[in-house]
């Protein structure tokens, strides 16, 4: 016959065809493992996951330790008016549980004035710290309590200008401890020394400004709170805390006479 064709010989178009279906076959085979392996992770996601009983090994954990200020044989200057004054008082106990030695220069009825020319007279490198604990009887005589303050300041200067570092202790609670009662002279007095103590709080530059509102009513010993026993025991108590000093029990502190 006139045709080129061979016999047994597949055609070109029916190898086409063939080719065609494998690919899809293929195609939807890739289909279905994927579709059955996005089921599979689905279904992982879905479940819950069941904890093993298994127990961490424990580490040791770092519990940040406070810092403690170690004062011992250190040597302190107080100056200062009455509630600084006494013998035994809250500055004694203070370097007595610290092992200090002092010298007290407090007088009673002494204003920021007296206590800023007894700084000029008194402080030298001698000292390592210098307490300062006044203003009461300036506010008593109704003087401003910004001026009484820069007294205060100046003292705080000249213990910088002999490397010594100053602590000012604002005293107790004005407000509550102190009860004059119907007495016209001190009319305003609470009010005028609280706001001496936040001045002091707020403004003195270059020292450790500690407020020492820790003593109650029952801690006084008069109208205007000279404190007792008691009272100066908690005063020395909430230096040591606030400062984070180290305290030696059964200790005794030397005064410099």
């Known amino acids: 016959m006139g045709s080129n064709a061979r016999a047994g010989s597949i055609p070109a178009s029916s190898t086409n065809m063939k080719t ?44 940040p330790q406070p810092v403690i200020n170690d004062v011992k044989g250190k040597k302190v200057l107080f100056i200062g008016d009455s509630h600084t004054a006494a013998d035994y008082g809250w500055q004694h106990q203070l370097c007595k549980k610290t092992k200090m030695t002092y010298l007290n220069t407090a007088v009673g009825g002494k204003q920021t004035a007296w206590m800023l020319q007894e700084a000029k007279l008194k402080i030298n ?39 010594v570092t100053p602590i000012i202790i ?26 001496f103590q936040q001045l002091l709080v707020d403004s003195i530059h270059g020292a450790t400004v500690v407020q020492t509102h820790c003593i109650s009513r029952t801690d006084c010993g008069d109208f205007l709170c000279h404190m007792t026993s008691s009272g100066h025991k908690k005063m020395a108590l909430c230096i040591i805390d606030k400062l984070k000093l180290k305290t030696y029990e059964n200790s005794s502190s030397t005064k410099k006479r």
């Open 125 to 163: 490198e001698y000292f390592d710290y210098c307490f300062i604990y006044g203003g009461a009887n300036d506010m008593a005589s109704n003087r401003p309590p910004i001026k009484s303050v820069k007294n205060i300041q100046a003292i705080v200067n000249i213990c910088h200008k002999f490397a």
């Open 20 to 63: 065609k279906h494998t690919d899809v076959i293929i195609l939807l085979i890739i289909c279905i493992i994927f579709g059955i392996l996005s089921v599979y992770v689905m279904s992982v996601q879905a479940s819950p996951v069941k904890h093993s009983h298994f127990t961490p090994a424990k580490t040791d954990t770092i519990i």
């Open 170 to 195: 604002t005293g107790f609670d004005p407000v509550t401890c102190i009860n004059i009662g119907t007495r016209q002279a001190y009319q305003g007095y609470p009010q005028r020394y609280t706001k």
